[in-house]
């Protein structure tokens, strides 16, 4: 590996890793290489799909998804084409002058703003954005950014920017992005403006800062540009990974539950902050200590299969991954000191490249009809120009995956720089020289990534009407309450384990003992009547002994259940007012048979490992009855 690859990327991982004293000096792995010189072009896939589209409609919201698509206000399908534009995050190494080049990931100095604004004016370079083909850009922040009272200087491109704060700056951007129609995806990629990702003190969301200390970032940063419709996401967490000492998790319960904590900052978004933002959750990055001796991963969005995020408004959250060609499954992308025997992706087949990437990330996407099936945004990849042959075949079978699967994605980077007395950050698809001229581009003759990079841009995928989809959700209350409805008071049953599906729907499945639950809009949508409120019910007036003489827990004709609580037992249930008549022929489906749930697996397995009962698709649950350590539901027809 050369100087310039370890220079050059932004990859994990750990200088000092445990008591067990292993330890990755983190290394890069791509090859880079001067890139043939173009000049800026009016549009540069002139006659592409890319060009023609770039002059196109704007990116706007409020967006929202249907099943595995991201789609607009009328329905019609939009594909995140992003690119990434990082700088306001930091590109100091930590030491020393962070104006020197030589204390800057490959000696490019940011200057705490957008890279290439000490370069090129900013309405030219979004103007060259735009020209690619992107619709979309990924701008990375650090919590620091928010506070930082320190004037910007250098930016000798923009002089009026020099003297403002950096968030000053972030907003110049952003504004300036979404005045050319690009979308603007915020990313919170880092606590301090500091290079990422090495063992850096930014790995957790709350290194550095309480979870609180985030979400009030979030709740600040979403509500700064409520009113400006182009932006359209936010990105909680950038690349969640291992410390020294402790591991990410997804359902713990701790101040390590990534899970928790993403649903915590989600739901402060989209109730106080901002409503119209789409919700992207990174999953997890690394897990273990990367030595052959001990367990190691990256799970990405594995878990997601038993454990999906439900917030408070649906139709939100959409999952990324990264994937580069030097890391792998197992492989944290060091060389040399603490690199591990394991398969990078860059050296699998195609199929198993293929196999590998769906089961990390792809499935969310392609697997219809689950509680977890939401559209994935591989929010990182890319290559240098000077990739190995393994790398040239790695992107294009990574570029053929993406055009397969029809996911989103974002390019890493858009800006890179170029000078003549040093090799070039090639991996950008722009490079910029010091006199602000485009020296080179991907769409250069001599760039190889040109020809896959069109024929992504080109890949359109699913266009126009999504037809709607039945939505499934699942309510995870093992560590604390799952209340996803705005309607439902929080503590509506003191003392208890409350669990309760966001409004627009019904309670359909239940698992007592993992105290999870299943919700769903199928058949009827939103059953819920408008001006209305729910209602508790933990006494047993049933209209009926649909359960043998066990104690139930009925709503009343006319309503059904959207939540239910333990204390020990059931404890009660909370019902909602239907907007459609509701007192169809009803059945009991108890628990007994373990997992007693439709056997076309609907809604997919929402409490793994535990006794679960579940309604079919075409009824709704009425009540809930219990005796002798069982637990049954009663599921009556909409119709």
Not at 171 to 181: E, F, H, M, P
Not at 249 to 265: C, H, I, M, P
Request: one cysteine or more; hydrophobic letters at 35%.
């Amino acid at each position: 590996m050369t100087l310039t690859e370890r220079r050059f990327r932004r990859w994990p991982w750990f200088e000092a890793l445990s008591a067990f004293a292993v330890v990755s000096a983190m290394l890069l792995a791509l090859g880079v290489h001067f890139a043939a010189t173009s000049e800026a072009l009016p549009c540069l896939f002139t006659g592409s799909a890319g060009c023609s589209g770039s002059a196109g409609s704007d990116l706007k919201g409020p967006l929202s998804t249907r099943g595995r698509y991201i789609v607009d206000a009328n329905g019609n399908r939009v594909k995140l084409q992003s690119g990434n534009w990082h700088g306001s995050s930091g590109t100091w190494t930590g030491s020393s002058d962070d104006e020197d080049p030589a204390n800057n990931s490959g000696g490019e100095v940011g200057h705490r703003a957008p890279l290439g604004l000490d370069r090129v004016p900013m309405d030219k370079i979004v103007k060259d954005f735009k020209s690619l083909g992107l619709n979309s850009i990924r701008l990375p922040f650090s919590n620091e950014m928010i506070s930082d009272s320190r004037p910007v200087q250098g930016l000798t491109a923009n002089p009026s920017l020099n003297g403002l704060k950096p968030l000053e700056v972030y907003d110049r951007a952003v504004q300036a992005l979404t005045d050319v129609g690009l979308g603007v995806i915020l990313n919170n990629h880092t606590t301090t403006t500091k290079w990422c990702c090495s063992n850096d003190g930014n790995e957790f969301w709350n290194s550095g800062q309480s979870t609180g200390k985030w979400v009030d970032d979030w709740a600040f940063m979403a509500a700064r540009y409520k009113g400006n419709p182009g932006v359209i996401g936010a990105d909680l967490r950038n690349e969640i990974r291992r410390t020294t000492w402790n591991n990410p998790n997804v359902g713990w319960g701790d101040d390590q539950d990534w899970e928790a904590a993403s649903r915590l900052a989600g739901d402060r978004i989209l109730t106080t902050a901002n409503p119209n933002l789409l919700i992207m959750i990174e999953g997890l990055n690394w897990t273990g200590i990367p030595s052959d001796l001990f367990p190691h991963e990256r799970p990405m969005l594995k878990p997601q299969v038993w454990l999906s995020s439900t917030l408070t408004r649906s139709h939100k959250v959409v999952y990324s991954a990264h994937f580069y060609g030097y890391i792998g499954p197992n492989h944290t992308g060091a060389t040399g000191a603490g690199e591990t025997h394991d398969t990078r992706f860059r050296e699998m087949s195609r199929d198993d490249l293929f196999r590998s990437m769906d089961e990390l990330a792809g499935y969310v996407a392609t697997t219809p009809d689950k509680h977890f099936t939401a559209p994935v945004w591989v929010s990182e990849f890319g290559v240098g120009t000077q990739g190995t042959d393994q790398d040239k075949a790695w992107f294009a079978n990574m570029v053929d995956y993406l055009i397969s699967r029809d996911l989103d994605w974002a390019y890493w980077p858009i800006v890179g720089f170029q000078r003549p007395d040093q090799q070039a950050d090639n991996w950008g698809l722009l490079r910029y020289a010091t006199d602000g001229n485009l020296r080179s581009a991907i769409t250069d003759g001599a760039d190889w990534r040109g020809g896959h990079f069109r024929r992504l841009l080109d890949a359109k995928g699913k266009t126009g009407q999504v037809a709607p989809v039945r939505t499934w959700s699942m309510l995870y209350g093992t560590n604390a309450d799952h209340n996803a409805s705005l309607r439902a008071g929080n503590d509506w049953d003191s003392g208890a384990r409350k669990m309760v599906c966001p409004d627009d729907q019904r309670l359909i499945g239940i698992s007592t003992s993992g105290q999870r639950g299943l919700c769903t809009d199928a058949t009827e949508g939103d059953l819920w009547r408008p001006s209305t409120l729910a209602t508790k019910v933990n006494e047993d007036k049933s209209d009926t002994d649909w359960a043998n003489g066990a104690t139930k827990y009925q709503c009343v004709n006319g309503q059904f259940m959207i939540g239910y609580s333990l204390n020990g037992g059931v404890s009660a249930i909370l019902c909602a007012p239907g907007r459609i008549p509701l007192a169809g022929a009803g059945r009991t489906v108890w628990d007994d048979k373990g997992d007693n749930r439709p056997a076309s697996g609907e809604g997919g397995d929402y409490a793994m490992n535990h006794t679960k009962i579940q309604c079919n698709s075409d009824e709704y649950a009425a009540g809930i009855a219990f005796d002798s350590g069982r637990t049954a539901l009663y599921c009556r027809k909409l119709k």
